[in-house]
């Protein structure tokens, strides 16, 4: 499996926006959904949102629907996540992953773990 590399993670304050982005290091994503988790101190992974290959279908967690979107662009190998209007509980280490299953939120069926990014939202 090949790792994934986040970027664009940051400092920002409550209510400020981000863009974070997720590629191979080496090659292009294989036809693999990709999700993004993100973990806290003292707390365990979290999933995020994900997306489907062909970008068509996506799904994310309650604590952030409406304020982040995730998206793909397969011409650059890429995936996006939008963060807005964020809040200081959202600081963490933010993960992206990928895998072949469908319609799954459990990180045990995600691989090509990348180092993360760490997002800090001040208060």
């Known amino acids: 499996q090949v790792p994934l590399v986040e970027s664009g993670g940051g400092l920002v304050q409550a209510g400020g926006s981000l863009r974070l982005s997720c590629a191979p290091s080496v090659g292009a994503f294989t036809m693999s959904n990709v999700g993004w988790f993100r973990q806290a101190p003292g707390k365990e992974r979290e999933f995020v949102a994900r997306?489907?290959?062909?970008?068509?279908?996506?799904h994310y967690a309650d604590s952030v629907k409406g304020r982040f979107t995730i998206s793909r662009d397969n011409a650059k190998n890429t995936v996006y996540l939008q963060m807005n209007s964020l809040k200081p509980e959202d600081t963490a280490v933010y993960y992206c992953a990928s895998t072949q299953v469908y319609d799954t939120t459990w990180h045990g069926d995600f691989g090509s773990w990348g180092q993360g990014t760490q997002v800090t939202v001040s208060s």
């Open positions: 997306i489907s290959y062909s970008g068509i279908t996506t």
